[in-house]
């Protein structure tokens, strides 16, 4: 189960060396990085790259960060954007279904504030065992704050069509008044639309 997520994301002005670091990482790198889970990453259609990293602890997180070749990579990777890179820490995030997935075919994240992340959470826990008899097409999703509101959500589909044909099926009514318990203690959602998600699991 994933213990830590660090949220990265950052204003891309390089798409295809960005990429040649992601991949870069994922080779070299990744094996040596103690306690990692797995990545989701991609960048929205204005240019923002965003970054889910998934850790079996907060203590590998920085053991990670600490190494050298790790240190070398960012300063090599900072590079590919245009303006400072943001850091978000979540210490408990949550899994529901499948949690995250290389096998989908599109990723939706979600970020905002909530003025109730335990309630969310409960939400999603009794929304997500059931939400697979309606929508099938979701593999599984991920909940993650940061302690202060701030949350970052990700939902991973088989394929983008049908994630879009499923938004329109007639959901039950309790579980319809789940998710609208759910939609007002999200608040404003800023999506990102990953139609080409960057998936790196750790390799075993």
């Known amino acids: 189960k994933a213990m830590f997520v660090q949220v990265i994301q950052g204003k891309v002005s390089d798409e295809r060396q960005l990429r040649r670091c992601m991949d870069r990482w994922a080779e070299e790198l990744q094996p040596g990085a103690t306690g990692y889970l797995g990545s989701a990453s991609g960048i929205r259609e204005d240019g923002t790259f965003i970054l889910l990293v998934r850790f079996e602890s907060h203590e ?91 949350y970052v959500e990700a939902v991973y589909f088989t394929n983008e069509s049908e994630a879009r044909e499923h938004e329109k099926v007639t959901v039950p009514d309790d579980l319809r008044s789940l998710f609208e318990e759910e939609g007002r203690l999200m608040g404003e959602i800023d999506y990102f639309d990953l139609h080409e998600p960057m998936l790196v699991s750790a390799q075993r």
């Open 60 to 150: 590998d997180a920085v053991r990670n960060s600490e190494r050298p070749e790790q240190g070398a990579w960012w300063a090599e990777t900072e590079q590919c954007f245009d303006g400072p890179v943001s850091f978000m820490d979540c210490p408990d995030p949550m899994e529901w279904l499948g949690g995250g997935s290389d096998d989908a075919g599109f990723v939706q994240i979600m970020e905002g504030h909530t003025t109730d992340s335990d309630r969310l959470r409960e939400l999603l826990t009794q929304s997500g065992d059931r939400l697979h008899s309606v929508r099938p097409e979701i593999i599984g999703g991920m909940f993650a704050s940061n302690g202060d509101g701030d």
